[in-house]
């Protein structure tokens, strides 16, 4: 009897001890259980926090890369083609009445300054129905489209639409309307359109410039890049003089308003080499024609995507002369120059040293080719790829290898010698050149090559 108490006893102690552990294990259970939800909820709340940040850099950098598309520093800019389409000519089929777009030029003209509502968009529309191709029309349809941003309150948000009028404009250039008048209306164009572009790079620059993430960091570098290209860009207002001559000389002439085709740039070309001066086209004359076209290319070179319209224009003229040739020259070097101030915008050493030797080499060749031996440089074009040379060696300043360096300068104080004694009635060549030879002289002596 007491032996089975004693075993009733025991068993009654382990079934409180499993109860016991058991009750422990379910404990630990849900410890564990109640552990894992919020290991959970916390990687929940990571992922969720990542995909915020996620969305918020793509966000930026779909930002950037649109406000990088707007920068105009390449003929891409304009699109991949902008040549209109070539009319095919039916037999037995009456050419087209020529339009008069003097009543809609002045209209326009009219709606610029905003003394009063006008019917002009109405009008270019309705003429672009049959005349879609027309490069003067097309114009004058760029210039109503900067009129009708410019009076509905130009801010940041009319970019797109300056933009629109812009590549209008330059497109119809591209195609056969080049005069004095578009050229004028579409650097008025251009440099509004760079001026807003530069306030909202800065502003997006800014925004991000402190951003911790590496690819918003290397965006805001690109913005950067882009920023210090458009400041370049804008420089063209320091090279208005030519374009100012030809307002002054040439206001309300046919040259004004008639566009140059370039059939006219190579018949006027032929007639200047053999000293003929005739009347090409409606009342223009060659010697005109040309010094027409020459300033506005040495202008246009200095707006990088335009590059194409110079290569095209420049071809028209025939090289049947020195002359010629060597204002072609002068325009081409005009060319580098910018390409080498967009590669100093870039930053990147290796471009820029490279940019700066293919143009002094250039400039070397040309002298060597079209100016050795001279005792007389008269024209512009003569001295232009001294003077250019002589630049180009000042600006290169710890580029290149020390003694090659050294004789570059060495070079373009001779070219400063010849330009001071044998340059004559040529304006500022030989302020410039002083200047030039003083400045390259002072670099010398820094590096004690001089004394």
Not at 22 to 45: H, I, V
Not at 197 to 222: P, S, W
Request: charged share 30%; glycine share 4%; aromatic share 8%.
């Amino acid at each position: 009897m007491e032996v089975l108490k004693k075993l009733l006893k025991s068993e009654r102690l382990i079934n409180e001890s499993l109860n016991v552990d058991s009750e422990k294990l379910r404990r630990a259970k849900r410890r564990q259980e109640r552990d894992e939800r919020r290991a959970n909820t916390g990687n929940d709340k990571a992922k969720n926090g990542t995909q915020v940040i996620d969305k918020k850099v793509e966000h930026i950098l779909k930002k950037v890369e649109k406000v990088k598309a707007m920068n105009p520093y390449s003929p891409k800019f304009l699109g991949e083609n902008i040549i209109y389409p070539q009319k095919k000519r039916k037999l037995f089929i009456r050419s087209k009445k020529v339009l008069n777009l003097v009543d809609l030029r002045d209209e326009v003209i009219k709606a610029s300054e905003m003394k009063k509502v006008n019917t002009a968009r109405k009008k270019i529309n309705h003429l672009l129905k049959r005349n879609r191709y027309n490069p003067e029309l097309r114009a004058l349809n760029g210039i109503q489209l900067f009129n009708d941003t410019f009076q509905s309150g130009l801010d940041e948000n009319k970019l797109n639409a300056l933009q629109r009028s812009m590549v209008e404009t330059a497109s119809a250039i591209h195609n056969g309307g080049i005069s004095i008048f578009n050229v004028n209306w579409f650097i008025r164009i251009y440099l509004k359109y760079l001026e807003i572009l530069h306030r909202r790079i800065a502003t997006e620059y800014n925004l991000i410039k402190t951003n911790y993430h590496f690819q918003v960091k290397q965006a805001a570098d690109e913005l950067h890049i882009a920023l210090l290209q458009v400041t370049s860009m804008q420089g063209l207002q320091k090279s208005m003089s030519g374009l100012t001559v030809l307002n002054t000389r040439l206001k309300d002439s046919v040259y004004t308003y008639n566009c140059i085709t370039k059939e006219e740039i190579t018949e006027s070309a032929q007639a200047m080499v053999k000293g003929d001066n005739q009347t090409i086209g409606s009342g223009k004359t060659a010697n005109y024609i040309i010094w027409v076209i020459i300033t506005l290319s040495s202008l246009f070179a200095r707006i990088p995507m335009l590059e194409d319209l110079i290569s095209d224009t420049m071809e028209a003229i025939p090289d049947i002369s020195r002359e010629l040739t060597l204002q072609k020259k002068m325009v081409g070097t005009a060319t580098r120059i910018t390409k080498y101030q967009l590669a100093l915008a870039e930053g990147d050493r290796e471009i820029i040293s490279l940019a700066a030797l293919n143009l002094y080499k250039r400039c070397l060749d040309i002298i060597k080719m079209y100016l050795k031996g001279v005792t007389t440089l008269k024209k512009s074009y003569e001295v232009d790829p001294f003077l250019k040379a002589a630049w180009i060696a000042k600006e290169s300043n710890g580029l290149f290898d020390p003694s090659d360096y050294r004789q570059m300068l060495e070079e373009a104080l001779e070219l400063m010698e010849k330009v001071i004694r044998y340059s004559f009635d040529v304006k500022d060549s030989l302020e410039l050149a002083t200047k030039l030879q003083k400045d390259i002289s002072e670099i010398m002596m820094e590096y004690g090559w001089l004394k």
